[in-house]
Structures are given as C-alpha cells and as structure tokens.
C-alpha cells in the first residue's frame, strides 16, 4: 500500500517554463490537496479536489491549475514559473477528518 | 485566511525533558490534528482528537483537545533526539468539508 505518491523529488526549472506535479494515492479517498511549505509560512492550501470532476482554489492558487479526471490522481501544473514558486510542493489525500501527504516536490525556479 | 496560532517558532529541549506546545484559535474546531514532519518528508500523523476534552495517547505523546473547542495541547513526555522536527496542529472547522486549517509549526530541537 503506497499511500500519497509524488513525482519528481527533485526539480529544476528555468523562469518561464511550464511542468506538471504528479500525486497519486492508492487509498480510494475523494478530497486531495496541494500545499505548498515556505520556511516560516507554515502549510498554505494551493487548489483541492472534493472529487472526480470537481476543484476547487485554496489560499494561493495563482499560477497554478488543477484537474481531477481521476479519484486517483491529482495533478499541479505550473502555468509559467516564477521564482516566487520556489517552494517544497506536498500533496495530501483525506479520509474524512484525517490527512495523509506525500513525500514532497522540491521545486526550484531559476 | 483562517491561521492557527503556534509559538514559539522554535523551541530547544535538553533529551529527557518534557516538553508542551499549544495551537490556538479564535474560531471553533471539530476535529484536532497534530503532525510532525521530519527533515525532506512529507508531515506524518501522530494524533487525531475528534471529542471536546478529548485526551489522547501515543507513546510518550499526550494530546488534547481543549474544552472550549479553540484549542489543543500536545505534550512529549523524556524527549529524545528522534524527536527533532517540526510539530504542525491542523484543525478542522464545522461544515469545512475535509479542508484543514494548519497552524505554522514549532521546530523542536533536542539536546543530547
């Protein structure tokens, strides 16, 4: 049972560039969410998904877009970098009241 | 939006000493959460508290869920230098549908 996936660990990315964050959970929740972890700013909610079909935005969402085609999956993309999206990228699938993430993106945007 | 309230930032404990954090709140919370991310991991769950008064145990941490529904403790009884990390509260809100609120964290530090 691999729970929350994220792919890559790892990336670089020049300013201007486009990508996809890749999250998939095995666990057959509904609600998934990105956040996105700044040193001193705590977890900020970037889109969330209530289901298959259905997102929704969070507290930072601009430059970024969602889909959920799946239950599965839950992808970030990242329209056109910016610097300011240097960030580590979690991903978390919710059973409920409880929140389960992944292992993390660390994104960086040169 | 919505904040939890964690202070300090930081905190630094000598190994075996115990050590209380809180997470406060103006608003009220039906379901208390306390997590713990060590470095270049995802956060890890540690405690679920769902009930006013709650009190909850896993090994040597005890957390609870305070009786106005605004806060919540958690304590880490003999620390020892696996206890290093950052220690998150996350609540969730009447009617918030799964979508957590997160406090910012307190980087615990462990002195051998």
């Known amino acids: 049972n691999a729970g929350v996936t994220q792919t890559p660990k790892f990336q670089v990315l020049k300013t201007g560039q486009s990508m996809t964050l890749q999250c998939a959970q095995d666990?057959?929740?509904?609600?998934m969410s990105w956040y996105r972890q700044d040193p001193g700013m705590g977890l900020r909610l970037i889109h969330y998904s209530v289901g298959a079909g259905i997102t929704d935005q969070g507290e930072v969402p601009n430059g970024y877009n969602v889909s959920r085609s799946t239950t599965e999956d839950f992808p970030l993309r990242l329209l056109s970098a910016a610097p300011s999206q240097t960030s580590v990228y979690f991903c978390?699938?919710?059973?409920?009241?409880?929140?389960?993430f992944g292992q993390g993106t660390r994104l960086t945007v040169v | 939006g919505q904040q939890l309230n964690q202070s300090p930032q930081s905190m630094f404990i000598q190994e075996g000493e115990d050590v209380s954090m809180n997470c406060t709140s103006s608003?009220?919370?039906?379901?208390w959460l306390w997590y713990k991310q060590e470095p270049g991991e995802g956060p890890v769950l540690l405690i679920a508290l769902y009930k006013a008064g709650e009190l909850t145990s896993n090994g040597r941490l005890t957390a609870q869920f305070g009786i106005t529904r605004k806060d919540s403790f958690l304590n880490i009884s003999a620390s020892i230098p696996s206890d290093v990390g950052i220690y998150f509260c996350?609540?969730?809100?009447?009617?918030?549908?799964?979508?957590?609120?997160f406090g910012k964290g307190i980087t615990l530090s462990v002195r051998p």
């Open positions: 996350a609540g969730l809100m009447p009617g918030a549908n799964s979508k957590l609120t």
């Open positions: 666990m057959n929740h509904e609600y």
């Open positions: 978390a699938s919710s059973r409920e009241t409880e929140a389960f």
């Open positions: 608003s009220i919370f039906n379901t």
